[in-house]
């Protein structure tokens, strides 16, 4: 059974940076793309930043280009997403999620999630 655990976020004044991790077990991590996503109450979930594999394919959100970096460290079965320059429209719970095979952007294509990390950022 796979399990992802996040960790990092926090609070943060705007213009700050946070560090999230993700641990994934349970999994071969090599045949998993990985994905950062994030939610807030009454709205649709949204991809982030998502890398494949062996790290070929990176794409991230506009809203968070030049700001976030996505990296993965397949010896270690873990993901991370480097934020810098938060805004305070980042606040957020963010959740990592693995997805057997070709990375993609949609969230409903990812098989397993974490419980989530809240990310909130103060003007």
């Known amino acids: 059974q796979v399990h992802l655990a996040e960790s990092g976020g926090g609070w943060v004044q705007a213009g700050g940076s946070l560090r999230l991790s993700c641990t994934a077990s349970g999994l071969i991590f090599e045949d998993y793309a990985m994905g950062w996503f994030r939610q807030v109450p009454g709205k649709e979930r949204e991809f982030v930043a998502v890398?494949?594999?062996?790290?070929?394919?990176?794409y991230y959100h506009d809203s968070v280009k030049g700001r976030f970096t996505i990296s993965r460290d397949n010896a270690k079965n873990m993901v991370y997403l480097e934020m810098t320059s938060l805004k305070p429209e980042d606040t957020a719970t963010y959740y990592c999620g693995a997805r057997r095979g070709n990375v993609i952007v949609d969230y409903r294509g990812y098989d397993a999630w974490g419980q989530g990390t809240q990310v909130t950022v103060s003007a």
């Open positions: 890398i494949s594999w062996a790290s070929s394919s990176i």
